[in-house]
């Protein structure tokens, strides 16, 4: 079937404004990642669902970003009174497995936000 | 923070040659990963190797792991064009329920 898609592909917003990022993973996937990637620079960890349980927030960079997967399937990343230093694209992947087995992720095309 | 860094930052081949990035880390991990990035576009996956495997090969490419030096690399043999994109490696590690730590990446340029 398809792969993970994410929408928008690009957003542009004004410092202060909310913008909420949406992730449609591989139907059937169990695990489902949000991760930061800055300019020139290698993706970070952000937050980690299993089914409809965020186990992991603790790349979170502040209480400003909030994650949900309400029904275990599609997920939305939101970001509150955005700062420039949010400026990066947001990727999200799915996987089958949860922890301890071969975790390859599928990654959607990402999402370009940028704060101005 | 990311896990590690990868070596060299940038590299230009010509097309036919070999290329040969590397990846250190720094924690233990349960696996290894390579994936690609091209411009504006999301991650593919490449290749995964256990920590209990030493090599892995996958059509044009060859990844080894020595994990008592923390290290991995990934050799892509007769390079194409269409191999022009960033290069990442990524470990998870016991504990961490498989999020990936990323390495800071290769930029490999492929010229005809």
């Known amino acids: 079937g398809a792969g993970v898609s994410q929408s928008p592909r690009y957003k542009v917003a004004k410092r202060g404004q909310d913008v909420a990022l949406r992730c449609d993973p591989i139907?059937?996937?169990?695990?489902l990642f949000w991760y930061q990637q800055a300019l020139g620079q290698g993706p970070e960890f952000l937050t980690y669902f299993q089914n409809e349980a965020q186990l992991d927030k603790s790349g979170l960079p502040s209480d400003r970003f909030f994650a949900e997967r309400p029904e275990g399937s599609v997920s939305t990343l939101k970001i509150q009174r955005t700062q420039q230093e949010d400026s990066a694209v947001y990727l999200c992947?799915?996987?089958?497995?949860?922890?301890?087995?071969?975790?390859?992720?599928?990654f959607g095309p990402g999402t370009r936000l940028t704060v101005l | 923070s990311q896990q590690g860094e990868e070596d060299p930052q940038a590299l230009s081949i010509q097309e036919g040659e070999n290329a040969t990035m590397n990846c250190s880390y720094k924690?233990?991990?349960?696996?290894l990963q390579w994936y690609r990035q091209n411009s504006g576009r999301g991650l593919v996956h490449l290749i995964l190797i256990r920590s209990n495997e030493r090599e892995k090969h996958s059509g044009r490419l060859r990844v080894t792991l020595d994990t008592s030096k923390k290290s991995s690399s990934l050799l892509i043999t007769a390079s194409r064009a269409a191999d022009t994109a960033s290069y990442f490696c990524?470990?998870?590690?016991?504990?961490?329920?498989?999020?990936?730590?990323f390495g800071t990446g290769t930029r490999l340029q492929v010229t005809l």
């Open positions: 990524a470990t998870d590690a016991p504990g961490t329920a498989s999020k990936l730590t």
């Open positions: 992947a799915s996987s089958f497995v949860t922890s301890g087995g071969k975790n390859e992720q599928f």
């Open positions: 924690t233990s991990i349960n696996n």
């Open positions: 139907s059937g996937h169990v695990s």
